[in-house]
């Protein structure tokens, strides 16, 4: 029964994959707008000049329908790393470490003018992905 269940969420979920792979990590963001600042100031500042990451990277903005001043950012990011196939939560930590190492001065800048316009209402989350699953027909 279980497997049957699980087939109906599996389908169509391969348009999630790039390269055969599918996302392993999701990093969540909330932020809140200050006063006087819109989405578009919030997206003038967060767009970067051009893509940097080395591995495809997807990101969501959406707002809050009962909070407009309430941003949430949810990435999702795709690596081919084996190392990232493991249960052994450190192996992410590592990435994070090393992608900071590699990115940061980027994401520094980024983040600089960012807060020019919105401040965290909460340290961002990194989480590794369990399941993909198409709750949709």
């Given at each position: 029964m279980k497997q049957e269940q699980d087939k109906k969420f599996k389908k169509n979920i391969e348009k999630f994959f790039i390269n055969g792979i599918a996302p392993k990590i999701a990093s969540v963001l909330i932020r809140k707008l200050k006063p006087g600042q819109t989405y578009e100031d919030f997206r003038k500042e967060w767009l970067p000049q051009e893509p940097y990451y080395g591995s495809p990277v997807f990101v969501v903005n959406a707002q809050n329908i009962y909070d407009p001043t309430e941003i949430i950012t949810i990435g999702l990011v795709w690596t081919d790393d084996k190392a990232a196939d493991t249960d052994d939560m450190s192996?992410?930590?590592?990435?994070?470490?090393?992608?900071?190492?590699?990115?940061?001065?980027?994401?520094?800048?980024?983040?600089?003018?960012?807060?020019?316009?919105?401040?965290?209402?909460?340290?961002?989350?990194?989480?590794?992905i369990l399941d993909l699953d198409n709750m949709g027909k």
């Open positions: 192996i992410y930590q590592q990435k994070i470490v090393e992608w900071g190492q590699k990115y940061g001065e980027q994401d520094a800048q980024r983040g600089d003018k960012i807060d020019q316009v919105t401040d965290d209402v909460r340290p961002p989350h990194v989480y590794k």
